[in-house]
Structures are given as C-alpha cells and as structure tokens.
C-alpha cells in the first residue's frame, strides 16, 4: 500500500461473501471485504480522495434495491470519520 498509494485518487468500495465458489454482493458491512480496514490504510498512507461505494443494480439484479444500500452506506459515515480519527492519533 506504501508503494502504490501515491498512484490511488480514487476507490470503489463494495463487499461480498462467497457461496459456492462465487462471490455474491452484499450489503457493504455484512460481507467479508474488510472495508473498514482498506479505509484505515488508505487514510494511514495519507489518501486525500474520495470513497465511492458502488452498488450494480443493473447487473447483478438479485441485490438489494439502491435505495436500501443508499442508507446502508449513509450509516457508514462513521467508519470513515473513525478512519480519519484513527490517522489523528
């Protein structure tokens, strides 16, 4: 992350679990993609860009609607001030 972060201006965030052999989208938080991690580590290496959380309706139709992951990752704002908290200390 060191090596590449000068590189990342910005990132997609998203989580899955896998079933099957196969990942399947989830809910960002309820999955097994350590977001709140990458977030720390982006923050720690200084990432000064945005985070968009990405949610392909369009594609994969079996996930939930937009509007139930739009207030999931509203409720994520603190994952991110937490991130920036962390980076403070």
């Known amino acids: 992350m060191s090596r590449l972060?000068?590189?990342i201006r910005h990132t997609h965030l998203k989580?899955?679990?896998t079933?099957?052999?196969e990942d399947?989208?989830?809910l960002t938080g309820?999955?097994?993609v350590p977001v709140r991690k990458q977030v720390e580590l982006l923050v720690d290496i200084g990432y000064q860009g945005y985070f968009s959380y990405e949610w392909e309706?369009?594609?994969h139709p079996d996930i939930e609607e937009p509007?139930?992951?739009f207030r999931v990752c509203q409720?994520?704002?603190g994952i991110l001030k937490d991130a920036y908290a962390h980076r403070r200390k």
Do not use: N
Request: charged content about 30%; proline content about 0%; cysteine-free.
């Open 24 to 26: 399947h989208y989830v």
């Open 75 to 77: 409720s994520h704002d």
């Open 19 to 21: 079933k099957s052999g």
């Open 57 to 59: 309706k369009a594609w």
């Open 5 to 7: 972060g000068k590189y």
């Open 30 to 32: 309820r999955g097994t």
């Open 67 to 69: 509007e139930i992951a």
């Open 15 to 17: 989580d899955s679990i």
